[in-house]
Each structure stands twice: as structure tokens, then as C-alpha cells.
Nanobody
Framework: QVQLVESGGGLVQAGDSLRLSCAAS????????MAWFRQAPGKERDFVAA????????YYADFVKGRFTISRDNAKNTVYLQMNSLKPEDTAIYYC????WGPGTYFRSRYDYWGQGTQVTVSS
């Protein structure tokens, strides 16, 4: 049974940093591209960042470039999202997702497995 469990969310002030973690189990983690998406109330679930299974190569949404960094530790079956210079508009539930042999795409439909999400709230 595949499980993706996010952690590290919380309430912070604008300009602060957070590091999200997503621990994976039940799959061969090194074979999966991993991604972070986010969903604000009343909005679509948007792509944030992805990291490929080989290389790895990273991809980012324009609105987080230079502020967020995605990384992975295959020995720990964990993907991270370091978020710096947080803004109120970053407030959302953040989800991690896994795509076997994936290219690190922003297409939600490509991802096979999803976590339950972790809430990030940034106050102004």
C-alpha cells in the first residue's frame, strides 16, 4: 500500500521560511518523480515544483522561482520543499505526489499517488 505523508506545515508570518517533508512508503521511491502542488480555498490545485527520478532535474512554477527549493533524499524515501520569503498568497494546502518514471510534469493527471496535504498559512 502506497502512502505519502506530508508534514512541516504551519502558521508563519510573511517573510518567514518553512520546510515541508513528504515521506513515502510502499513504493520504490527512487523510481518516482515527485512533485508538490498546492490548493487555496476555492481555487484549483496548482503545480508548485517537481523533481525527476533520474538526474535529478527540478522544475518550478514561475510564482515560486527563487523562493522555493525542491529536493529529495532517496535513502530516506523523502522529498522536501524548502520555502523561503513566504507571502500571504502562498497560503494553501500543500500536497506531494508521485509519478513512476515521470518527467517531472505540471500535469496533475500524470501523478499516480497523492498525500493528504499539509496546511500552510502565511499571515501579513
Amino acid at each position: 500500500q502506497v502512502q505519502l505523508v506530508e508534514s512541516g506545515g504551519g502558521l508563519v508570518q510573511a517573510g518567514d521560511s518553512l520546510r515541508l517533508s513528504c515521506a513515502a512508503s510502499g513504493l520504490t521511491f527512487s523510481n518516482y518523480a515527485m512533485a508538490w502542488f498546492r490548493q487555496a480555498p476555492g481555487k484549483e490545485r496548482d503545480f508548485v515544483a517537481a523533481i525527476t527520478w533520474r538526474g535529478p532535474t527540478t522544475y518550478y512554477a514561475d510564482f515560486v522561482k527563487g523562493r522555493f527549493t525542491i529536493s529529495r533524499d532517496n535513502a530516506k524515501n523523502t522529498v522536501y520543499l524548502q520555502m523561503n520569503s513566504l507571502k500571504p498568497e502562498d497560503t494553501a494546502i500543500y500536497y506531494c505526489a508521485a509519478d513512476m518514471w515521470g518527467p517531472g510534469t505540471y500535469f496533475r493527471s500524470r501523478y499516480d499517488y497523492w498525500g493528504q496535504g499539509t496546511q500552510v498559512t502565511v499571515s501579513s
